[in-house]
């Protein structure tokens, strides 16, 4: 089975624009997990979607939000863009009761 | 808010030497994780640990959950140059989702 993949692996972008991360789960999969990884706070949760529904966030601004489609790719999209959004997004996704979440390999977003 | 809190934050050992990181985590769980991240790349599973289960075998991998003391520690055997990465802990509490909480994180480096 294929991984996890993310797109685009690498972006930047400049303060105030808007960004738009695509996970694409391992077949089979319907639990999407999203993590951001920063040098000072580690790795922190965003949100999970199972079967298109948000059913558990992080503490994370609104101007972070998520869905997950139908074939259970998900997309996060963040809103006028901080500096401090600058991160590695990691998206994971999981079968079953979700006990092991398999990670892709991120997204690395620079924000200037 | 960071769950897992790992020791020590970095660790610098010799090939064929054994490596010990520890790990505390603050609530009840239902598992413990541990994840090898290379590089800032995506996190691989290494191990899931039960909290009705107090020692675990994976390859050179040995994993120990003591749920009265909150902590965990993870064994690298027989270390090799390979394994330098960053190893994180992640607690789970599976009650309608699936969310991982991570620990900072233990640098590991394997010099030949």
């Known amino acids: 089975k294929a991984g996890v993949t993310q797109t685009p692996r690498y972006l930047i972008k400049t303060r105030g624009q808007q960004v738009t991360l695509s996970c694409s789960p391992i077949?089979?999969?319907?639990?999407v997990s999203w993590y951001q990884q920063t040098p000072g706070q580690g790795l922190q949760f965003l949100f999970e979607?199972?079967?298109?529904?948000?059913?558990n966030k992080g503490n994370f601004p609104g101007r972070f939000s998520g869905r997950q489609f139908s074939n259970s790719r998900s997309e996060m999209n963040v809103s006028t863009l901080e500096l401090g959004d600058s991160a590695l997004y990691l998206c994971?996704?999981?079968?079953?009761?979700?006990?092991?979440?398999?990670f892709g390999p991120g997204t690395r977003l620079l924000v200037l | 808010s960071q769950q897992g809190e790992e020791d020590p934050q970095a660790l610098s050992i010799q090939e064929g030497e054994n490596a010990t990181m520890n790990c505390s985590y603050k609530?009840?769980?239902?598992?413990l994780q541990w994840y090898r991240q290379n590089s800032g790349r995506g996190l691989v599973h290494l191990i899931l640990?039960?909290?009705?289960?107090r020692e675990k075998h994976s390859g050179r991998l040995r994993v120990t959950l003591d749920t009265s003391k909150k902590s965990s520690s993870l064994l690298i055997t027989a270390s090799r140059a390979a394994d330098t990465a960053s190893y994180f802990c992640?607690?789970?509490?599976?009650?309608?989702?699936?969310?991982?909480?991570f620990g900072k994180g233990t640098m590991l480096l394997v010099s030949p």
């Open positions: 994971a996704s999981s079968s079953g009761n979700g006990e092991t979440q398999y």
């Open positions: 077949s089979g999969h319907r639990s």
């Open positions: 979607y199972f079967s298109e529904t948000q059913r």
């Open positions: 609530t009840s769980i239902n598992n």
């Open positions: 640990i039960r909290s009705n289960e």
């Open positions: 992640a607690t789970q509490i599976l009650s309608g989702y699936s969310t991982l909480t």
